[in-house]
């Protein structure tokens, strides 16, 4: 036993000497990214362990009180956290899909060295570099039900109009498409951009042994490209999740709750109920939710990523 425990000592004592010369060896490059952890432990980790603190509180911004698991066993009875919860979900799902599916698509398509294929570039990609304000402000303008350009278009076909943000059936609809309609250009050049790294010498292999288009873009493209689509899901994800600004500007969570979100509720209840504590479980929720829907895109959708 007496040699045993020496040489578990001697081989602690070995292994924290290698860190001592491992952080001896390189200190420029320490102090390099240094101001990088620095700026995660005061902008992201201390904030994330502050509302968890404050989760556990009942803060109003003049005093605090601690409530233990109060505000995370309200929310099991709060009708508005499900709708909520239900409307990002929807929102995540459907724009994440769209987005992906059309931006591979078009990218294609794109990829295609055509007259004026630049230009059709620039032009899906510039609603991306937009001021979500400034997008949300034209389509309320597009949708406005009595001279809207929407309705127009309908009642040209010998459709009847929408009340495309006033009608709970269509709110969340019309969201959705204008954030896909802001997002998709970012994904069609980030696609092209995998697409023309592909090297050519596949498709002429796969061609002289007989493969179709059909068969070389499901066989040689789709793989070739994973690890892309896997990046648009994984920032896709996150991004849709907090959607929050077209939402604030063009519905306010309505018409009857049709269009909050986990975002919207947590500004409602955090400014303008000035429930802090309750808005921060509401966000710790948001962030679990986060963080099980990505751990599970990197076990299950990353598997041979970095193999193709």
Same mark, same amino acid.
């Given at each position: 036993m007496a040699n045993i425990a020496l040489d578990r000592t001697i081989k602690l004592k070995a292994a924290a000497k290698k860190r001592s010369r491992k952080l001896n060896s390189d200190p420029i490059g320490y102090a390099l990214i240094l101001p990088f952890y620095l700026f995660l432990a005061v902008f992201v980790l201390f904030p994330i362990a502050y509302n968890l603190y404050l989760s556990f509180t009942n803060y109003n911004l003049s005093e605090i009180k601690w409530v233990g698991w109060s505000n995370y066993a309200a929310l099991l009875h709060d009708q508005f956290f499900f709708i909520s919860m239900k409307n990002t979900l929807v929102y995540t799902a459907v724009t994440l899909t769209v987005t992906v599916g059309l931006g591979l698509i078009f990218a294609v398509l794109l990829n295609y060295r055509l007259y004026g294929t630049k230009w059709i570039r620039l032009s899906f990609f510039s609603p991306h570099v937009t001021s979500m304000v400034a997008v949300s402000m034209i389509w309320m303008w597009i949708y406005e039900p009595?001279?809207?350009?929407?309705?127009?278009?309908?009642?040209?076909?010998?459709?009847?109009?929408?009340?495309?943000?006033?009608?709970? #059936?269509?709110?969340?609809?019309?969201? &959705?498409? /204008?954030?896909?309609w802001k997002a998709l250009g970012y994904n069609i050049v980030i696609y092209v951009a995998g697409l023309q790294s592909i090297p050519?010498?596949?498709?002429e292999a796969a061609a002289v042994d007989g493969a179709g288009g059909l068969r070389q873009f499901f066989h040689i493209t789709i793989p070739?490209? #994973?690890?892309?689509?896997?990046?648009? &899901?994984? /920032?896709?994800?996150?991004?849709?999740?907090?959607?929050?600004e077209q939402i604030m500007i063009m519905t306010d969570g309505g018409p009857l709750h049709s269009t909050t979100t986990l975002v919207h509720q947590i500004y409602i209840r955090a400014f303008q109920q000035f429930q802090i504590g309750y808005a921060a479980s509401l966000s710790m929720v948001m962030l679990l939710a986060i963080g099980l829907i990505t751990a599970a895109n990197f076990r299950f959708g990353g598997r041979g990523s970095t193999n193709a």
């Amino acid at each position: 036993m007496a040699n045993i425990a020496l040489d578990r000592t001697i081989k602690l004592k070995a292994a924290a000497k290698k860190r001592s010369r491992k952080l001896n060896s390189d200190p420029i490059g320490y102090a390099l990214i240094l101001p990088f952890y620095l700026f995660l432990a005061v902008f992201v980790l201390f904030p994330i362990a502050y509302n968890l603190y404050l989760s556990f509180t009942n803060y109003n911004l003049s005093e605090i009180k601690w409530v233990g698991w109060s505000n995370y066993a309200a929310l099991l009875h709060d009708q508005f956290f499900f709708i909520s919860m239900k409307n990002t979900l929807v929102y995540t799902a459907v724009t994440l899909t769209v987005t992906v599916g059309l931006g591979l698509i078009f990218a294609v398509l794109l990829n295609y060295r055509l007259y004026g294929t630049k230009w059709i570039r620039l032009s899906f990609f510039s609603p991306h570099v937009t001021s979500m304000v400034a997008v949300s402000m034209i389509w309320m303008w597009i949708y406005e039900p009595s001279h809207g350009i929407a309705n127009s278009l309908l009642e040209a076909l010998g459709i009847a109009g929408k009340q495309w943000l006033y009608d709970a #059936k269509w709110a969340l609809s019309a969201v &959705i498409f /204008t954030s896909v309609w802001k997002a998709l250009g970012y994904n069609i050049v980030i696609y092209v951009a995998g697409l023309q790294s592909i090297p050519r010498h596949l498709y002429e292999a796969a061609a002289v042994d007989g493969a179709g288009g059909l068969r070389q873009f499901f066989h040689i493209t789709i793989p070739q490209i #994973k690890p892309i689509t896997f990046f648009l &899901i994984v /920032t896709g994800l996150i991004h849709n999740f907090n959607v929050f600004e077209q939402i604030m500007i063009m519905t306010d969570g309505g018409p009857l709750h049709s269009t909050t979100t986990l975002v919207h509720q947590i500004y409602i209840r955090a400014f303008q109920q000035f429930q802090i504590g309750y808005a921060a479980s509401l966000s710790m929720v948001m962030l679990l939710a986060i963080g099980l829907i990505t751990a599970a895109n990197f076990r299950f959708g990353g598997r041979g990523s970095t193999n193709a």
